[in-house]
């Protein structure tokens, strides 16, 4: 991998509408009900707000504040407004879990993120795509494992390149033998 990355972390890959978000909430189901401590991160290419006008940590924000952290019993959230780089790159995201006062992960699961190149990555399909449409993709070089509803006959995934289900606890062993080397609670 071109990368250090600070913490285990698996990316997955998909076009829209492919299911990797419900594939990536039953493996997190699965291995936080084996005791590890799992962080997930969503890159979305909508501008979004997740704060509201009127609210005081709106207020806080607008006044001029680089981050305003709204803390409550059960759930905390920290916004980071910064216009010159609307989306962090993910590198830096793993970086701040892991001095993150609230513990560090065992794990996190990323959705999207593309460009954050040597990075492993599960290339999720359905359906019938072949497999030079999945290894056509630019980021290729980055897919550790293919998981799908199954290749067209006679296809085979590179070597380097491990073949899954779509079932939660398949993958789910898979993270911990590969990308966890064994690692369990």
């Known amino acids: 991998m071109s990368k250090s990355w600070p913490l285990p972390c698996l990316r997955f890959l998909a076009p829209s509408g492919t299911g990797k978000t419900t594939l990536l909430c039953g ?14 991160l969503k890159s979305s ?10 609210k005081d940590s709106f207020r806080m924000a ?18 980071f407004a910064d216009a010159a780089d609307p989306r962090p790159e993910l590198l830096d995201l793993l970086a701040w879990l ?9 794990l996190v699961l ?3 993120f593309r460009g954050a190149r040597g990075l492993p990555t599960l290339r999720v399909y359905r359906g019938e795509v072949s497999l030079a449409e999945i290894l056509e993709d630019e980021e290729v070089d980055d897919f550790v494992a293919l998981a799908g509803t199954g290749l067209p006959e006679g296809e085979a995934a590179p070597d380097h390149m491990d073949t ?16 966890l080397g064994g690692t369990t609670r």
């Open 45 to 54: 290419h909508h501008d979004i707000r997740l704060d509201r006008p009127g």
């Open 110 to 112: 990323a959705e999207g």
């Open 62 to 79: 607008d006044a001029g504040a680089e981050g305003v952290g709204l803390v409550a019993k059960g759930m905390s959230s920290f916004f």
């Open 98 to 106: 892991e001095r993150s006062p609230y513990g560090t992960p065992d």
């Open 27 to 40: 493996v997190l189901a699965e291995l936080t009900s084996r005791g590890l401590r799992v962080f997930s």
């Open 164 to 179: 899954l289900s779509l079932e939660p606890a398949e993958l789910a062993d898979w993270i911990q033998a590969k990308i």
